[in-house]
């Protein structure tokens, strides 16, 4: 089964998102944090197919990144989706992928309630990351 982590301090926002992407891709089990101290621990004991958060966390427009700049940190091959609601987000989305996002979705944009992106964005995601990890555990596994 995949796990995938959501990170959004609004969970009224990401209920419906969560039971979508749970319904839409077999096999998939995402767990909710509410913070950005929730996901960095979370990230630090239990390993994720796949990380979706929201840059921006109460006052503070760029604490998302702090769980991206983790999550790539520790498993490089772990795919990360931000999402952006801030006014500048092409620029934001951009930046995150600079900094090792695996894509972004705007939240404004119908983002995390057009079930169709997300769902893809989660596929391919979830994909790229299968792909990624097991031709590093082959060059691991060759060298070792």
Same mark, same amino acid.
């Given at each position: 089964?995949?796990?995938?982590?959501?990170?959004?301090?609004?969970?009224?926002?990401?209920? /419906?998102?969560?039971?979508r992407? =749970? /319904?839409?891709?077999?096999?998939?089990?995402? =767990?909710?944090?509410?913070s950005?101290?929730?996901?960095?621990?979370?990230? /630090?004991?239990?390993?994720?197919?796949?990380?979706?958060?929201?840059?921006?966390?109460?006052?503070?427009?760029?604490?998302?990144?702090?769980?991206?700049?983790?999550?790539?940190?520790?498993?490089?091959?772990?795919?990360?989706?931000?999402?952006?609601?801030?006014?500048?987000?092409?620029?934001?989305?951009?930046?995150?992928?600079? =900094?090792?996002?695996?894509?972004?979705?705007?939240?404004?944009?119908?983002?995390?309630?057009?079930?169709?992106?997300?769902?893809?964005?989660?596929?391919?995601g979830?994909?790229?990351?299968?792909?990624?990890?097991?031709?590093? =555990?082959?060059?691991?596994?060759?060298?070792?």
């Amino acid at each position: 089964m995949a796990k995938v982590l959501f990170v959004d301090d609004e969970p009224e926002h990401i209920a /419906s998102a969560v039971r979508r992407i =749970e /319904s839409y891709i077999r096999g998939v089990k995402v =767990e909710q944090v509410a913070s950005v101290a929730a996901a960095l621990e979370k990230l /630090s004991t239990e390993d994720y197919d796949l990380v979706i958060t929201d840059l921006m966390f109460g006052a503070d427009p760029d604490a998302g990144y702090e769980v991206l700049a983790r999550a790539y940190a520790l498993k490089r091959y772990t795919p990360v989706i931000v999402v952006t609601s801030h006014g500048k987000d092409v620029e934001r989305g951009v930046r995150a992928m600079m =900094e090792g996002a695996f894509d972004y979705i705007r939240r404004d944009q119908g983002g995390i309630d057009d079930v169709a992106l997300l769902a893809q964005k989660v596929a391919i995601g979830l994909q790229y990351g299968s792909l990624h990890r097991g031709s590093t =555990e082959e060059k691991i596994g060759a060298n070792g």
